[in-house]
């Protein structure tokens, strides 16, 4: 089991950045693969990207590859999504996702748990 607290987001103007955090409690966040999902208001759960638990190897999705990175701090249990270049379309509910799966998937359906979600709004 781990329980998962996402935070970072906010109100930021397009062209800015943000750095979005996934704390992890209840086991070693280096035991699970972790994607960051994000939901906007009448649309489905997009998968944004993902890191691996056997080899820290990123994947993203074509919307964000190049301005978003994802990285861990195993010693601190936390996962990070760096966001720059941030523009309207990213406004949405961003959630931190774990997986016992070795590598990442684009699936939310691979995933097991879920933070909170944190609000992210990108002004024009």
């Known amino acids: 089991q781990v329980q998962l607290v996402d935070s970072g987001g906010g109100v930021v103007q397009a062209g800015g950045s943000l750095r979005l955090s996934c704390a992890a409690s209840?086991?070693?966040?280096?035991?699970?693969?972790v994607g960051w999902f994000r939901q906007a208001p009448g649309k489905e759960r997009d998968f944004v990207a993902t890191?691996?638990?056997?080899?820290?190897?990123?994947y993203y999705d074509a919307s964000v590859k190049g301005r978003f990175t994802i990285s861990r701090d195993n010693a601190k249990n936390t996962v990070y999504l760096q966001m720059n270049s941030l523009k309207p379309e990213d406004t949405a509910v961003y959630y931190c996702?774990?997986?016992?799966?070795?590598?990442?998937?684009?699936?939310?359906?691979?995933?097991?748990?879920w933070g909170q979600g944190t609000q992210v709004t990108v002004s024009s």
């Open positions: 209840g086991r070693t966040f280096s035991s699970y693969t």
């Open positions: 890191i691996s638990r056997s080899t820290g190897e990123t």
């Open positions: 996702a774990a997986s016992s799966r070795m590598y990442g998937s684009r699936s939310s359906n691979d995933y097991n748990y």
